[in-house]
């Protein structure tokens, strides 16, 4: 394993959405994850999330399977898991049992409500956390009914990365205290702490309760996704003036128009204007006349396109596994970087307890 967190053992209860993405984080900077699914759930090279892990099929529902599980957690550093409160608990792999045999253990709970509060055991999903969190209201036009962001925002954004980030500080912590402890990650409380410049904003008086009024949802024209001759579309982000006034300036735009940058009352007139300049050339036209300038500008690229773009080849922030092409492993590191992703295999069970020198006690392997 290569990595900066090569040497990390984490035990995935596989399921869907963030806690896999959580734990692909950690596979592909280097630990050694070992993914307990459901007997008969298939993986696949096509599933990003599996890269780089190794699948275990257990039936939970069984008492020597649980064992089987708890054998491995207790030679694990980390656990994620992503039921509803009170699973783990039932299966009897819930933090008291697993702290039991493993004091260090670092336990990650994702759930969307979080372990506590009155919707805590009801069901949900990405875009039902985000509108409680208050970012779903500030998303869309005005006058429209806001649209679904995809799942970025609650299950990845607020929830996947923020577990990884508590889990990477608990591991901080237990380097001195010797003690794990639980994560409760909620999509909800991660959904909100997003927001946090957006609630600054707000509470100062500079974010109005509108959609599509205000510096960053696309009411001001210097933000905003353009058509173009062909139907492709630009995204120009060109906030600060001096990047504004370069992307006038290419763009053929007179001074005049230049000078209103902040004129709120003039934004709806400014936009319909940029909006008639971009519709006379296609996407890449526009491209190769704002694109590496300081215009603050990118073509808007489909699932195809962005791998083959100039700029992500170079870098390499696309790779190929298992035949289908993926993002490719981030942040980079310089001295510890991590390797080519692979694609998930399955593990026997006597092969993991082996290689993590787990054994089972006499109740278990009985």
Known sequence: MAGPLAGLRMVEMAGLGPGPFCAMLFADLGADVIAIDRPGVPGGSNDATDRGKRRLALDLSQPEACGAALALIAQADLLVEGFRPGVMERLGLGPAECHARNPRLI?????????????SAAAGHDLNYIALSGALHAIGRPGEAPPPPLNYLGDYGGGAMLLAMGLLAALHEARGS???????????DGTALLSALFYGL??????????????LDGGAHFYDTYACADGKFVSVGAIEPK???TLCELCGL???????????TQWPLMKLRLADVFRT????????????????????????????????????????????VQPAPAPRFSRTPAAQPRAGKSAELAEALNDWGATLTAQEAA
Do not use: K
């Open 202 to 215: 707000h509470a100062a008086g500079a974010w109005s309760g509108g959609r599509g009024g205000n510096l």
């Open 281 to 324: 050339r296609t996407r890449d036209e526009w491209s190769s006349v704002l694109e590496g300038s300081d215009a603050c500008f990118a073509p808007v690229l489909d699932w195809n396109e962005a791998p083959a773009h100039p700029h992500n080849r170079a870098r390499g922030t696309f790779v190929t596994v298992g035949g289908a």
């Open 107 to 119: 336990y990650g709970r994702i759930t969307g409500w979080g372990q506590t509060g009155p919707l």
């Open 254 to 264: 007179d001074e005049s128009f230049t000078a209103q940058q902040m004129d709120r």
């Open 243 to 245: 990047f504004f006034r």
């Open 178 to 188: 010797g003690r794990g402890q639980v994560i409760d990650a909620a999509m909800t």
